[in-house]
């Protein structure tokens, strides 16, 4: 992939349109493809991981261009390895970062070799390999994929604690959550390149067991083929959608998902 | 203010709806005078403050209208009605209401075949190959040149291409990936349409660029996840295995780019970011033993990583012999702040002016340095500014035949052509343009992580 960046995109863009802005450059310490990032409203900070030096770079919201992180976790006191995803709590000033089979937990303003506030982590956990974060502060609560299951905890959960309860057999990975209304967005593809077999499915933090999907949103069979991120527009009741086979970015207005 | 409206503040801000939450609890937060905190399974205090709260909402304004609007409504505590099928059924059929994408070409490699009179590149935006005349000069009224030939589709095995290399006896185009499909293709000349390739070579995840030695039939690939340079016979395919491997601290390689090589001195040149890590080589950890592959001189992979190593240096060129194997510490490195390198993606050689060229995608320039520079060299040409029309240049060629310098800018849907001593702000002889020239396009290349910027109403995409 030639260029990594953070392009910013106005939210009516539409087209092969200019990004309004872009980060990227030596001083930005991108790496290859970034997997994953977070935007904090509260601090107007984007978070970034940094896959190749095992760090979390935070930049000011309003960066532009081979800007340098205001703040970088990194060393050997975080315990980061092959840093890939990353969540942000903006209500109580915490950063979440899943790592194989724990989620470490930095303080907000931590910067430079500092060891994670909280670490959950263990067998009662259930947490299966790789998997995303993504925080609820309304309902105080942490959601983590992994397996196909959302695996639901206390916010606060750390150590061998086990979750609240798990959605199971949803096939989600990357997903985000509306803390208003508690719904959590998901991705479901079918692992091939091509076929129209993903989709982004939508589940209630109360859910537990196996539920199906309340909705889906692009598929499946319809459009989406291969997602790779999810956000929301909860002001528009928006749900926009990475692509990465149709090397795209899609933005769905569903009403009935934000009721 | 209450610290209760504070929270709902916040929530505001994050949802830009209305939201009543749980207040969280007491904060016991402080650095241990180490940089280190010392609070593990103690719950924190939200951060309320009004400087951050006015950072949110922007205005006294905003945050008076945002405070005023809470409770109005409170957060779900119940699982909503599941919706019906009918509603079901629409939502999963709706389509989208905007869709950023661009469908034109970009060139995010290139290699030029001067005997055959073509340019081929490879294009990340719709995952082809694109071979030009290489006579073709778009005119600046023109919106785009047409390619000759594309290949593109399914049947082909190409996706983030980022490799490519013309073999001047035959004419085969050969190309690797970058992400997710970890295969080398080789097309005869003429290929196009959706069609497979003559045949494909299984390669290390995340391949960048790759050198030929047509004196050994040697292949050479940078390897970016594993800061490695993989070695494999030029006829090899399928499962065959790499012939050698250059890795290790001692290699100083760090997310290696570029990769060019001297067939006069037989040295090789790859060009790195800076950033890298600490890993196991030791054959008795699990995740360094058999390679993950079972295939000899295959790069040792991040699962071997060490947690916490990461580090990031700045960008450099090492330079190794090209027969040189394992941990084998570079013959020179160019690096430091005379260098001028900003993510050298490309580097490109002249044997016979022993010149290399180094494509700089953020820095904007093409910079200049002698073949057996060393330490923190300045270059000895820079090419850069708005008359030479480089923006981003993510690859670098040089035609030995017909002395001229070719650069792949990734910002502006270009090809850009230069006599062998361009300097400073120098007008290209020609041009091949694919888009607008006034118009760089969204630049997404396997869009990965999204996010929503709530008080610019933006949305981040990321690469």
């Given amino acids: 992939m030639g260029h990594p ?175 208003e209304s508690g719904m959590i967005f998901g991705n479901v593809g079918g692992g091939g390149r091509f076929g129209l077999d993903d989709y982004v499915g939508v589940w209630s933090v109360f859910d537990d067991g196996p539920v199906e999907p309340r909705l889906t949103i692009g598929g499946p069979n319809f459009l989406l083929k291969d997602v790779r991120g999810i956000t929301l527009d909860v002001r528009n009741q928006n749900v926009i959608v990475s692509d990465k086979t149709h090397n795209a970015i899609f933005t769905f207005n569903v009403p009935e998902a934000f009721q | 203010m209450k610290a209760r409206q504070w929270v709902l503040v916040i929530t505001l801000i994050l949802c830009l709806s209305v939201t009543v939450g749980a207040l969280p609890q007491h904060e016991q937060l402080g650095p241990d005078g180490n940089g280190q905190t010392n609070l593990i399974g103690e719950e924190r205090t939200p951060e309320v403050g009004p400087e951050t709260l006015m950072a949110g909402a922007r205005t006294p304004e905003n945050l008076m209208a945002l405070v005023q609007g809470a409770g109005q409504a409170a957060a779900a505590t119940d699982p909503p009605p599941r919706p019906s099928e009918a509603v079901k059924a629409a939502v999963a059929t709706r389509p989208p209401i905007r869709t950023i994408h661009d469908s034109r070409h970009v060139f995010a ?45 399914e049947d082909t095995f190409l996706e983030y291409v980022c490799g490519i290399y013309v073999d001047p006896g035959s004419g085969d185009i050969y190309a690797i990936n970058n992400d997710t499909l970890n295969w080398m293709t080789v097309w005869g000349r003429d290929a196009q349409g959706n069609v497979a390739p003559k ?187 708005p008359n030479s029309l480089i923006k981003n240049p993510v690859g670098v060629k040089v035609d030995l035949i017909n002395d001229e310098l070719w650069v792949a800018n990734l910002g502006s849907h270009s090809a850009t052509v230069y006599d062998i001593t361009a300097d400073g702000d120098a007008t290209p002889k020609r041009v091949i343009r694919s888009g607008p020239a006034d118009s760089r396009g969204p630049m997404l290349a396997n869009v990965h992580t999204i996010a929503y910027d709530t008080l610019r109403e933006e949305i981040l995409g990321s690469n």
Avoid: C
């Fill in chain 2, 109 to 153: 490699a290139i290699d030029i075949d001067p005997i055959r009179n073509e340019l081929v590149a490879g294009d990340e935006n719709n995952f082809s190959i694109v071979v030009y005349d290489r006579n073709t000069n778009t005119p600046p009224t023109a919106a785009f040149s047409e390619p000759r030939r594309v290949i593109q589709g």
């Fill in chain 1, 5 to 179: 960046q953070i392009a910013a995109f106005a939210r009516l863009a539409d087209g092969s349109t200019d990004a309004t802005r872009s980060i990227a450059g030596q001083n930005t310490n991108f790496t290859r493809t970034i997997h994953d990032m977070a935007y904090d409203p509260v601090r107007d900070e984007i978070l970034v991981p940094g896959w190749y030096n095992f760090s979390i770079l935070t930049f000011r919201g309003d960066a532009d261009g081979d800007a340098a992180p205001v703040r970088q976790i990194m060393g050997p006191r975080t315990q980061l390895v092959n840093s890939q995803r990353v969540a942000i709590d903006p209500v109580n000033g915490e950063i979440y970062v899943p790592q194989v089979r724990r989620v470490l937990v930095f303080d907000r303003d931590a910067d430079g070799d500092v060891a994670p506030i909280r670490i959950l982590e263990g067998p009662d956990t259930g947490l299966r390999g790789e998997g995303r974060v993504t925080i609820d502060p309304v309902h105080d609560l942490m959601i983590v994929s992994g397996g196909g299951d959302l695996r639901i905890f206390d916010r606060r959960a750390s150590g061998n604690t086990p979750p609240l309860r798990v959605i199971t057999d949803t096939g989600a990975s990357r997903m985000t959550v509306n803390p």
């Fill in chain 2, 199 to 385: 045949r494909k070579l299984a390669t290390p995840h995340t391949t960048v660029r790759m050198a030929i030695d047509e004196a050994t039939q040697e292949i050479f690939m940078t390897v970016q996840d594993d800061h490695a340079v993989s070695v494999f016979r030029k006829a090899a395919q399928d499962e065959e295995p790499p012939v050698r491997l250059i890795q290790g601290p001692a290699t100083r390689m760090a997310d290696p780019h570029g990769i060019a090589l001297d067939p006069n001195t037989g040295l090789l040149y790859v060009s790195n970011w800076g950033t890298a890590a600490d890993r196991y080589y030791d054959e008795d950890t699990p995740a360094v033993f058999n390679r993950g592959t079972g295939k000899p001189n295959w790069p040792v992979s991040r699962l071997a990583n060490i947690p916490g190593s990461g580090r990031t240096e700045p960008p450099s060129i090492t330079v190794y012999r090209k027969d040189g194997a394992g941990n084998v510490a570079p013959i020179r490195v160019i690096q430091g702040p005379n260098t001028l390198l900003n993510w050298p993606t490309d580097i490109a050689v002249h044997p016979d002016r022993g010149e290399i060229f180094v494509a700089n995608d953020t820095g904007h320039t093409v910079t200049v340095y002698s073949a057996d520079a060393n330490g923190d060299a300045a270059p000895i040409r820079v090419l850069q500014g």
